[in-house]
């Protein structure tokens, strides 16, 4: 597959001088290695949140979360704002 990237004359720079010092064999590796990286960061923030969402349900299966009131929480917002004017 072949595709096209353009990048700032200041990225341009710094993945040549990366190639040029070595530490890619090319621009292209350089770009493949940076999406690699890339999904690997979104693959761990997925699992967390898969982590969080199933400690939440731990949670409320054991009776430590309660329902959202939304009457309170609107009342919350408006004592607040009331704090804020003062």
């Known amino acids: 597959m072949s595709t096209n990237v353009s990048l700032t004359p200041a990225l341009e720079n710094y993945v040549k ?5 070595g530490f ?14 890339y999904r690997k960061q979104d693959m761990e923030y997925l699992r ?4 969080n969402l199933n400690l939440a349900a731990e949670e409320i ?5 309660l329902p959202l009131d ?14 804020k004017r003062k």
Do not use: C, L, P, T
């Open 17 to 21: 001088n990366k190639v040029a010092q």
């Open 24 to 37: 890619y064999g090319s621009v292209s590796e350089f770009i493949r290695e940076a999406v690699r990286q």
């Open 48 to 51: 967390g949140m898969h982590d």
């Open 61 to 65: 299966d054991r009776g430590e979360i």
């Open 70 to 83: 939304m009457q309170e929480i609107m009342h919350e917002v408006d004592v607040e704002r009331v704090v």
